[in-house]
Nanobody, 127 residues
């Protein structure tokens, strides 16, 4: 059974940094592309960024420079480091895996491309 488990969420203050982690199991993730999405209250889920099987990273324009994605294939782990957090970053953050990425540099934003999702971890930023 494929599982993605996120961790690291919590309550922080504006300006703080936070690292989220996602660990996968039940599948070989070495050829997978991974991504982070988020969903704020009352809003649609949106892409944060992604990392290809080769390690290339992609970020939503609004998050480039504040968020960094990294992965460790040896332990099926992908991290999201977030800096200078703002109240608008309050959301549930989800990890997702695309097991057969194709033309990923074109598809990384598309939620339908991802085959497996974690349950999410809540990040709350207070002012």
């Amino acid at each position: 059974q494929v599982q993605l488990v996120e961790s690291g969420g919590g309550l922080v203050q504006a300006g703080d940094s936070l690292r989220l982690s996602c660990v996968g199991s039940g599948h070989s993730f070495s050829g997978s592309a991974m991504a982070w999405f988020r969903q704020a209250p009352g809003k649609q889920r949106e892409i944060v960024g992604a990392v290809s099987w080769g390690g290339g990273t992609y970020y939503a324009d609004s998050m480039r420079g504040r968020f960094t994605i990294s992965r460790d294939k040896t332990i099926n782990k992908v991290d999201l480091e977030m800096y200078n957090l703002d109240v608008d970053d309050t959301a549930v953050y989800y990890c997702a895996a695309d097991f057969v990425p194709q033309q990923f540099h074109h598809t990384w934003r598309n939620q339908d491309e991802y085959d497996s999702w974690g349950q999410g971890t809540q990040v709350t930023v207070s002012s």
